[in-house]
């Protein structure tokens, strides 16, 4: 932008591009508004099978987003072309009007080249004119061109950028106007260079603007990719392994803001996280050159492994997939060698540098000498590359110096085996010893491990609950997870030594409960009209099962999500049923009532079959602590019942949305389901026997538990009968003995599939 061309600027070319740019913006509305109510809603409520049920509705939902990211695109490209023809246009304004009132100051300006000059007019008119008014009017037209000039090169900055982000489709990055996607990129440019300094000579003003700044911007995708590429992957690493390191005589931040460190490491970890999903050239390039960084030490000598610093900032946040799963594979890799070696991983990783070991991790949970704790951290939140990555290869049974051996046919020699990296992690890595803030031993790797294998198998982020659109599980989803199970049913101790990784199993079954019905149900023909499932079903058998469970019921979290899991599931799957007569067994001889009878009969004998062995568990567990832990479980139970109304959500499959599911609990509230009253009133402590006495108090005896089960499954036959408009007295008075029938035989199970442990004993009174 120079001055004649602002002066002769023509804005119609610009003005015809800003109204169709608004015509865009007004029809990707209304195809975003038909994708997201109308093709997306449908999908919903679509009876998914086979592949479909798997790919489908994915596609659906990944295609209904990209009208919405669309439709987000264009509304910023829009408005920032708005704001700057605005702009534009009034520059221009104020370039005439700065010539003409010049002119009444007799001072003329002429262009020069792409330039202009100020001067008094000649001959008389100019001859009392002062050097200061002539140099006021070139001043003012400076400015007026400095401001176009930035107007335009910032806006075409931020329009290329913005365009940059999505390799596929379209970004999401949301702008009001060109300012403040200016504003981003310029304080992302700015703070870079402060994170470039030496972390030692880091001031605690400047900590702070840093801090500030990440905390303001992490989420903007312009702030983070333009963040990230400025400051590059060298020197990430080397800012965060200065900025920790324990060996420097000058403390980063003059050594006042070592209790932010936790909040730097978080709001660092979610700008890279949100900077890595940007396709942009620049991070494309900077992608490849972090995965070559972490292959060298940081710091003098041998130094920290660039694996260590890098996955300690890869804990907050979603990384793209595509660098996670490098990422991973290229860390194992050097795992897998070191194995071979016969090293353990606190020598594969170890610091070589001498002194002090650096604690570069901030959260309390552990110092941060494992990298694979961290990565485990990002793979939790990173559904699709957790499931990815835990069915890769760790290592070939044929691998030279293999050391994993087994005895796979019970003959009593044990061979090589190849291990994939689920098995590495869970079943044979010896995980570093590490602390927490308190001086504990820190249970931060396998916990973090469990919550990838939550993220892995269920499709959401650990720690969230599951939706209708995570509901329908891939063949590798389910595949692991019944990896998982008979991993757990081979060697118990795998989960009961590491009892906190029992919640996210408990959250994961919960979400398998069909799948784990079907493995329980002698039932083959039309197993899948009895149980219906959207996706990929787990291949699951009864022994590993019971004794899976019965190794997640000694914890209380792991039980109360099953518990509630279980009851979720039967109450919806009776519904359904009672909804539908006839969707199991559909006999000409026989009536509604007694084509209905067989599936809630093996619905009922399940939920027995459930409770028992998950009974067993929990009170073995009460049994070895005298009771104490009695308050644990009851507590669990009352805080599951979010998980309950998410489950009572997704219904026993997409096919059943006519009666339950998404539809019916969107329309009247999972409360008006059979399933939400049950739920609320196991969770809310509202089920009372006839002494008054509160249901699945559980503190006293296995009993209890044996009773409490028989009560609600009851409840959940005469409430679905009922609300369906044709109540069975017939079927009702069957269940209790159908749920006696399933729990006796959890019974007989646990004791015969449970190496030692039998059902336990009464348990002590409440302490």
């Known amino acids: 932008m120079d001055f004649d061309t602002l002066l002769h600027a023509k804005f119609g070319t610009l003005d015809a591009a800003l109204t169709d740019w608004n015509t865009q913006v007004t029809n990707l509305e209304k195809l975003e508004k038909d994708a997201s109510q109308g093709l997306k809603g449908a999908a919903a409520k679509a009876d998914w099978q086979g592949v479909n049920s798997q790919v489908g509705r994915r596609f659906i939902d990944k295609t209904a987003g990209e009208f919405a990211d669309a439709h987000t695109q264009a509304t910023s490209i829009r408005n920032i072309l708005r704001d700057t023809i605005g702009e534009l246009k009034k520059a221009k304004t104020d370039l005439e009007g700065a010539i003409a009132t010049a002119r009444l100051q007799m001072v003329s300006v002429v262009p020069s080249g792409k330039n202009f000059m100020a001067k008094a007019m000649d001959g008389d008119a100019g001859k009392d004119v002062k050097q200061s008014t002539v140099d006021g009017v070139r001043d003012q037209i400076d400015r007026i061109i400095s401001a176009a000039r930035e107007s335009d090169s910032s806006a075409a900055k931020v329009l290329r950028a913005l365009v940059d982000q999505a390799d596929k489709g379209f970004g999401d990055a949301k702008y009001a106007d060109r300012d403040q996607a200016a504003e981003a990129m310029r304080t992302?440019?700015?703070?870079?260079?402060?994170?470039?300094?030496?972390?030692?000579?880091?001031?605690?003003?400047?900590?702070?603007?840093?801090?500030?700044?990440?905390?303001?911007?992490?989420?903007?995708?312009?702030?983070s990719s333009t963040f990230a590429h400025k400051l590059g992957a060298q020197g990430t690493l080397d800012f965060w392994a200065g900025l920790n390191d324990a060996n420097s005589r000058d403390q980063p931040a003059d050594g006042k803001r070592l209790d932010r460190y936790k909040d730097l490491q978080q709001q660092l970890s979610l700008t890279l996280a949100n900077a890595t999903q940007s396709a942009s050239p620049d991070m494309s390039r900077w992608k490849f050159d972090m995965l070559q960084a972490v292959e060298k030490p940081i710091g003098p000598g041998n130094g920290i492994s660039g694996y260590v610093v890098m996955s300690n900032l890869m804990r907050a946040g979603d990384f793209e997939d595509e660098f996670l799963g490098s990422y991973g594979r290229n860390m194992l890799s050097h795992e897998q060698e070191g194995v071979r070696e016969g090293r353990r991983p606190e020598q594969i990783w170890g610091y070589n540098g001498g002194g002090l070991w650096p604690h570069l991790n901030s959260t309390g949970t552990d110092f941060g000498f494992d990298p694979m704790t961290g990565y485990m951290k990002a793979l939790s939140n990173s559904p699709d590359a957790a499931t990815a990555f835990f069915s890769q290869e760790f290592i070939a049974k044929d691998t030279e110096n293999n050391p994993f051996k087994r005895d796979t046919d019970g003959d009593g020699n044990k061979g090589h085996i190849g291990l994939s990296n689920f098995q590495y992690l869970f079943e044979e890595r010896e995980w570093m010893q590490d602390q927490d803030s308190e001086g504990e031993d820190s249970i931060s790797g396998k916990n973090y491990l469990a919550a990838a294998l939550e993220a892995a198998t269920t499709g959401h982020p650990a720690g969230e609950l599951p939706t209708s659109a995570t509901s329908a599980h891939s063949e590798d989803q389910a595949k692991l997870y019944s990896q998982i199970v008979k991993s757990v049913s081979e060697v118990p101790s795998r989960l009961t030594d590491n009892g906190f990784m029992s919640d996210s199993m408990g959250q994961i079954s919960a979400e398998y409960m069909a799948d784990i019905h079907r493995g329980l149900s002698a039932v083959e023909v039309n197993v899948d009209r009895l149980y219906p499932a959207q996706g990929a079903v787990a291949a699951l058998e009864e022994h590993d099962l019971t004794r899976f469970m019965y190794a997640v019921g000694q914890n209380p979290e792991g039980y109360a999500a099953l518990t509630v899991g279980q009851h979720a599931y039967t109450a919806t799957a009776m519904e359904y049923h009672f909804a539908h007569p006839e969707a199991f067994v559909k006999d000409d001889q026989y009536t509604p009532t007694q084509n209905l009878e067989p599936a809630i009969k093996d619905i009922a004998r399940n939920a027995g079959e459930i409770q028992g062995t998950l009974g067993a568990g929990r009170a073995y567990a009460s049994e070895l602590d005298a009771g104490?832990?009695?308050?644990e479980f009851n507590d669990a139970i009352t805080k599951a019942g979010e998980l309950g109304e998410s489950l009572v959500g997704i219904g026993v499959g997409a096919a059943t949305a006519s009666a339950v599911g998404p539809g019916a609990v969107i329309a009247g509230g999972a409360a008006e389901t059979v399933a939400g009253e049950i739920i609320g009133s196991l969770t809310e402590g509202l089920m009372k026997d006839s002494s008054g006495e509160v249901i699945y108090r559980n503190g006293e005896e296995i009993g209890d538990t044996r009773d409490s089960t028989f009560r609600l499954v009851e409840k959940a036959a005469l409430d679905a009968g009922e609300k369906a408009g044709r109540p069975s007295p017939h079927i009702v008075a069957l269940v209790s003995a159908e749920a006696e029938t399933g729990f006796n035989n959890a019974q007989t199970t646990v004791s015969g599939f449970v190496d030692g442990v039998g059902v336990p004993k009464a348990l002590e009174k409440d302490k």
């Open 188 to 223: 992302a440019e700015n703070l870079a260079a402060l994170a470039k300094k030496d972390p030692s000579k880091l001031t605690a003003a400047e900590f702070d603007t840093l801090l500030a700044g990440l905390t303001k911007y992490h989420g903007d995708d312009l702030f």
């Open 628 to 631: 104490n832990k009695d308050a």
